[in-house]
């Protein structure tokens, strides 16, 4: 009786598991809000700004599940490149924009059917595929370290292939975007 | 921690992200909708990683941000060129291939 009260008692580890998960729930709340005004606001640059909260959130949940280099990436190149990128894309296509009379095409209540559909069978899959497995609450910080040597060891190809991608990537959106 | 939790949030901004592809008329806007669906990509990916403990969802969720980045950059310019010759980056005025 006793040694099952301990065993349960050191299984729990029950206040640590609580801050995860009311952590999890505020960040999630936030999240999914800010992602709902991005795409129903009808200001472009507010939707950057929400879409700057969503990117952070996934920041945030990342370090609640140990992956603290890839947070930091998140936060650098999303919130800090992808986010400017954006703003640049609407400082210099928007004013014919403006007075427009809705930001939703004529198809969005199909579109939110489609997503509702979609939700519905990806939640129903994901119940029926994995139910109540947990994320194992041991769950350390992950070492860099040890994340640089598989990106160098067993994905060096894949690597180099994305570096490419992002040279071309550059070379062509100079060729499409230059005034000839 | 469920591993769910993650699985579903990720779902919900991922078909947030599919409702905002489908109905916005701005350009820019469809292509800060596809991030949504990236990075609900790489919540699963990374949720993955921390229910396995092995590293690889989290090198490919390195992968994504890099395409994302040269995703924005090519679709923002393919934005661009289309502003320039129609004079606006609105979906529906854009139907020169529609047939």
Not at chain 1, 123 to 128: A, E, H, V
Not at chain 2, 24 to 37: D, H, P, Q, T
Not at chain 2, 46 to 61: D, E, I, W
């Amino acid at each position: 009786m006793i040694a099952a009260v301990l065993a349960a008692a050191q299984n729990a580890d029950a206040p640590i598991l609580v801050a995860q998960n009311v952590a999890f729930g505020i960040i999630a709340v936030l999240m999914l809000v800010s992602a709902v005004r991005v795409v129903t606001a009808a200001n472009v640059v507010h939707a950057a700004a929400f879409l700057v909260v969503v990117l952070a959130g996934a920041a945030a949940l990342f370090i609640l599940l140990g992956a603290e280099f890839v947070a930091i990436t998140q936060v650098l190149v999303y919130i800090g490149a992808i986010v400017v990128l954006f703003l640049f894309g609407i400082m210099l296509t928007r004013a014919p924009m403006e007075g427009t009379e809705s930001v939703s095409r004529d198809n969005w209540a199909l579109a939110g059917l489609s997503g509702f559909v979609l939700l519905a069978l990806l939640g129903y899959t994901l119940w029926d595929g994995f139910g109540r497995d947990k994320i194992p609450s041991t769950l350390e910080p992950t070492d860099t370290g040890a994340l640089s040597d598989v990106i160098f060891g067993q994905y060096l190809v894949p690597f180099e292939v994305v570096s490419l991608l992002l040279l071309a990537a550059l070379v062509g959106a100079i060729v499409i975007a230059r005034r000839d | 921690m469920f591993l769910n939790q993650f699985l579903m949030l990720a779902a919900a901004l991922f078909c947030i992200g599919v409702y905002g592809v489908i109905a916005r008329k701005n350009g820019v806007m469809v292509l800060m909708s596809i991030e949504l669906i990236l990075n609900a990509v790489n919540i699963n990916l990374v949720a993955f990683s921390a229910m396995t403990g092995a590293l690889s969802g989290q090198v490919f969720a390195l992968f994504v941000i890099a395409v994302a980045a040269a995703e924005v950059g090519v679709g923002l310019a393919i934005v661009l060129a289309i502003f320039r010759n129609y004079r606006t980056v609105d979906l529906d005025q854009v139907d020169l291939m529609k047939g």
